[in-house]
């Protein structure tokens, strides 16, 4: 069985900077394209700091086209800055982190009220909001009491396109539903893991990411969301590398690094549940249509022949461990 | 300030074995004595091996008297059986791991209805049964799952002394509350943190445990409780050392190690809380009342002074970090 895919996006990727962007750009090249979060350090807030790291990405790429969404880190521009963002080569959108919610957010909104005015303007320009939507509360509570903050911006912003990131419950594909200009991105780890897989067994500080996977009854509602092929989920990998040392020693940082698995894994769960029809749209065409994309033309052609994941990618001084380290999956790229 | 403690008991506690028992022994000399868990590999089943294990204990204490209360890994034993148990010296109750639910427990139970004779036996001759409360669920639902197993045992063997291991859950409480043949045993570390401690900013493999650590509102009651004076609910810090490198390597294994500084640290939360007139009660009385225990007489004196907390013990070959590594607890034992 195989399948091909016109140019698949990952609308939620990390590829952080220096030696470990180097490692990380080349494992994302089977997509045509991605969402690049600009949480450095410092964070991207500037047209210029955006396209010289537009460069250094396709520096670090091997050659392969790839469009490169890129965005900045939320802070309360105003309209000439925003006029400036909008016609910056690359250019995508802004992304808003509560501040010192997670990995180098520290710089991050702490009062929404105060961002008003940058709220209705790129609602008037069409620049799409892409959140991190977590409050400061119980781990487990902290989506589900962000939502009533998403129902605010859909409300007072009803034309701005509003973007929930790497969303984990049921909850939160409820408000989908109710508001036609907000689109969520899911990841890989939470159409497959529970807290479970993170802290059930043994303590897994490679599945360990923010937001923290949830309840079975949450990642059973985003699988079938994303198999039934919602047209406003897409598949935005949040895939975050850090160094090994990072992830397994004491105090671990969040983030479970998917990128060179997620097209042969989604394929290998689409296949099972005999959805692979609706993958598509849920790797490429509900973003494009929502956003208005036009990437780069790729095709990619997946088949159920196993990948054997490496154990780990190590390049350029850095190691870091893949989602599946060591273990098979049942799809592969075809190259 | 200070408080005199008379016979303080740990009524939950794990030691090991071999060089590991050789330096956490010591470490639980400010007690008068504890419950000792039976879960060693292979598990303590037989009166040869309890009394054996007791042996290899008091060798490793440093000659302070320590009562031993002394637990058999639940089987299902016959009326002869627990007849030898019971004449067995130092033999306190049975400890009942539903199969493969946490570290060495694969031998544990999985139907509980095979066990019906043991238990009416129990209930006969006195024998108390401890049970680690917890389903093969979702992790934060397995104590609350259990409790209906809880009811089951309480209702249908209402002599039969019950005790619910290291609860964590209000719901747990709850049940507490409506049977007076049920106690319960609490830990430190559920009396302070919630799995935001745990997995809600870096991942704290040293908090990690069986049963997790659940939400806020369930670390309160539990709090409430204890500093209440609940006439039965007993300290039991299942202080579970593990070797370092068990702890900080991928896939941690769980237990808090908390045996050194659980008193002083019980007496800071007491005496914060206005509470200090239940600490005797919490740490020693309910449990001497509730199973007509005597143990060693042995006063303790906890003062108003820091306590500079170790970044690890060190001794015979075994390294083990304990919870406070490293940092200063406002209260400390006067030696």
């Known amino acids: 069985m195989e399948i091909t895919l016109n140019s698949p996006l990952d609308m939620h990727l990390h590829l952080r900077d220096g030696d470990m962007l180097k490692l990380t750009a080349p494992l994302s090249e089977d997509f045509a394209g991605a969402v690049i979060m600009p949480n450095l350090v410092p964070p991207v807030t500037t047209p210029e700091m955006l396209q010289s790291y537009s460069a250094r990405i396709e520096q670090a790429m091997s050659g392969t086209p790839f469009s490169r969404y890129m965005t900045l880190f939320f802070t309360p521009l105003g309209e000439k800055e925003l006029e400036a963002a909008r016609h910056t080569p690359g250019f995508f959108g802004l992304k808003l982190y509560p501040a010192g919610i997670t990995t180098n957010s ?12 940058t709220f209705r303007l790129m609602e008037e320009m069409g620049i799409p909001l892409l959140v991190h939507g977590e409050s400061h509360g119980f781990v487990m509570d902290r989506e589900a009491e962000f939502l009533h903050t998403y129902r605010h911006l859909a409300e007072k912003y009803p034309a701005l396109k509003l973007s929930m990131e790497h969303i984990t419950t049921a909850a939160a594909l409820q408000l989908l539903e109710e508001y036609p200009n907000v689109c969520a991105t899911v990841t890989l780890q939470h159409l497959i893991i529970t807290l479970d897989d993170v802290a059930g067994g043994a303590l897994k500080p490679h599945l360990f990411c923010k937001p923290i996977a949830k ?38 940082a969040a983030g479970v690094f998917t990128a060179p698995v997620a097209l042969p894994k989604l394929a290998e769960i689409f296949a099972a549940e005999g959805a692979l029809d609706h993958l598509q749209d849920f790797v490429s065409g509900n973003a494009c249509r929502f956003y208005g994309l036009t990437p780069q033309a790729r095709k990619i052609t997946l088949r159920d022949t196993p990948m054997q994941v490496p154990a780990a990618y190590r390049s350029y001084g850095e190691e870091v461990v893949p989602m599946y380290a060591g273990e098979s999956i049942g799809w592969s790229v075809v190259r």
Chains 1, 2 share one sequence.
Do not use: I, N, T
Request: aromatic content about 2%; charged content about 30%; glycine content about 10%.
């Open 215 to 252: 309840r079975p009854e949450d990642r059973d509602a985003l699988l079938q969301a994303a198999l039934s092929g919602h047209p406003r989920l897409m598949f935005g990998s949040d895939s975050a590398p850090h160094p090994r040392c990072r992830k397994e020693a004491c105090g671990c």
């Open 106 to 117: 520290e710089g991050g909104v702490s009062d929404l009220a105060r961002a008003d005015k």
